[in-house]
């Protein structure tokens, strides 16, 4: 079959990378891609990925069997809608229902209105009524900007001051343009952070394994947020018995909510949550794969993704045969992020990359977010450049292995945490 894959990062150099090894995959394209990506697929890098029509127009050109999405703005651009109403199948949900993350408001009330666990808030849109409120808190207080910020749009403010700065930094200054119009002020919850991803076609919905994402700059989870510095899977602070509550509690339930709220939910939901004393509670719900957890889980798959997602995508609740049949490496996998000089504020681009073959092999695959080729070299373009992804029998085994690949790496630059999944180890 001839498969479409939307976006052009090192999640989707995971997806694509993973979706060729089926013998089902006859032919990938991906838009726009990246050098990496174009080791297993076409790339066409002349078409937006909220481009509803050119991208319709090539998979029907094409005789596309499916498409994947995977980043959130196709989703919320109507992307799937507009393939569906074509008759075209689509791996995601649509917009109605990508606004679980797209909207923090909208996934509050959901939560609140299904009984999901989550920390108390409030919304506001309103800067002076969101500082009165803010004054009458005890920190550390959480800021949240109502819409997609590229995973930058979270500020855990240990004072009065900082969440006050925030609110106009979020609001007044609209450092995230409109997603900051309306922001959602959350209690501080305690506990260990982890990542539940699962499949669904909403009804049936299919756990990942476990992951644990590390969003801090620098060691020990100090400096601003990013888009994710790494992660690494299964994470053991979500053992199987917990794994299980998190569907029956949330997972499940927020599909039926959103079912119940005209939204059937087909592809990949994620949950982002905080292990509290009082059980497993949602930080964030994201409507596609995460990045970086996708680069540490999607290696530990050893079923076939393509029948995977031709089930989720069908619309015909097949899902639920396949409950049995999908299996995981015994072992761990980590994501080390290699990110630019400057990152997460304004990063260099253009520093050329060396190393990535002598530092792969059979344990050991570099994914590649930002780079894109200048005179036949590979070269930096983006805030977080590559996924050094290493799996090993254990976690200290895979990033054993990570690391070791990691110093095969260079370019002018290149800054990487030195404790990825310290949390596990330990």
Not at 78 to 105: C, M, W, Y
Not at 398 to 411: H, L, M, W
């Given at each position: 079959m001839k498969i479409l894959v939307i976006g052009g990062g090192g999640r989707e150099h995971a997806m694509v990378w993973k979706l060729s090894?089926?013998?089902?995959?006859?032919?990938?394209?991906?838009?726009?891609?990246?050098?990496?990506?174009?080791?297993?697929?076409?790339?066409?890098?002349?078409?937006?990925?909220?481009?509803?029509?050119?991208?319709?127009?090539?998979?029907?050109?094409?005789?596309?069997?499916?498409?994947?999405?995977?980043?959130?703005?196709?989703?919320?651009?109507?992307?799937?809608?507009?393939?569906?109403?074509?008759?075209?199948?689509?791996?995601?949900?649509?917009?109605?229902?990508?606004?679980?993350?797209?909207?923090?408001?909208?996934?509050?009330?959901?939560?609140?209105?299904?009984?999901?666990?989550?920390?108390?808030?409030?919304?506001?849109?309103?800067?002076?009524?969101?500082?009165s409120y803010i004054k009458k808190q005890q920190p550390p207080i959480v800021i949240k900007a109502d819409g997609l910020a590229a995973g930058k749009g979270v500020v855990i403010a240990l004072t009065h001051d900082?969440?006050?700065?925030?609110?106009?930094?979020?609001?007044?200054?609209?450092?995230?343009?409109?997603?900051?119009?309306?922001?959602?002020?959350?209690?501080?919850?305690?506990?260990?952070?982890?990542?539940?991803?699962?499949?669904?076609?909403?009804?049936?919905?299919?756990?990942?394994?476990?992951a644990q994402d590390h969003k801090r700059i620098f060691e020990g989870d100090t400096g601003p947020n990013t888009g994710g510095m790494g992660a690494y899977a299964p994470a053991p602070v979500v053992p199987e018995f917990l794994k299980a509550k998190i569907v029956l509690d949330i997972l499940e339930?927020?599909?039926?909510?959103?079912?119940?709220?005209?939204?059937?939910?087909?592809?990949?939901?994620?949950?982002?949550?905080?292990?509290?004393?009082?059980?497993?509670k949602v930080i964030e719900f994201n409507a596609r794969f995460g990045d970086p957890e996708t680069q540490a889980i999607l290696p530990l798959l050893e079923s076939d993704l393509v029948d995977i997602m031709e089930a989720c995508a069908s619309g015909e609740n097949?899902?639920?045969?396949?409950?049995?049949?999908?299996?995981?490496?015994?072992?761990?996998?980590?994501?080390?992020?290699l990110s630019s000089k400057g990152y997460p504020g304004e990063f260099r681009k253009g520093d050329v990359i060396t190393g990535i073959p002598e530092a792969e092999n059979e344990n050991v695959i570099v994914f590649q977010a930002g780079t894109s080729m200048k005179d036949s070299e590979l070269v930096t373009s983006g805030g977080r450049v590559l996924g050094v992804t290493a799996k090993?029998?254990?976690?200290?085994?895979?990033?054993?292995?990570?690391?070791?690949?990691?110093?095969?790496?260079?370019?002018?630059?290149?800054h990487f945490r030195r404790d990825i999944a310290s949390r596990a180890i330990r």
């Open positions: 090894q089926s013998p089902k995959a006859e032919k990938i394209y991906c838009i726009p891609g990246n050098p990496g990506i174009a080791q297993f697929a076409e790339c066409i890098d002349n078409i937006s990925v909220t481009d509803k029509v050119g991208l319709s127009n090539f998979a029907l050109e094409n005789k596309i069997d499916l498409t994947i999405v995977g980043p959130e703005t196709p989703l919320v651009a109507g992307v799937t809608d507009h393939f569906r109403e074509l008759g075209l199948k689509i791996f995601g949900p649509n917009a109605n229902a990508a606004q679980i993350e797209s909207s923090k408001s909208f996934a509050k009330d959901l939560m609140i209105k299904y009984n999901i666990p989550t920390a108390g808030s409030e919304v506001f849109t309103d800067a002076e009524e969101a500082i900082e969440a006050v700065k925030a609110i106009q930094e979020i609001m007044v200054d609209k450092v995230f343009g409109d997603s900051g119009n309306k922001v959602v002020i959350e209690e501080f919850l305690t506990g260990e952070e982890a990542s539940l991803l699962a499949f669904t076609d909403g009804y049936t919905v299919i756990p990942m394994l476990p339930p927020i599909i039926t909510a959103l079912r119940e709220e005209g939204c059937i939910y087909s592809g990949c939901i994620y949950a982002g949550l905080m292990i509290t004393k009082d059980g497993p097949k899902l639920q045969e396949m409950e049995d049949e999908i299996s995981w490496y015994n072992g761990s996998n980590v994501c080390i992020i090993g029998k254990t976690i200290i085994n895979a990033v054993e292995n990570g690391y070791s690949a990691v110093s095969k790496i260079n370019f002018d630059g290149m």
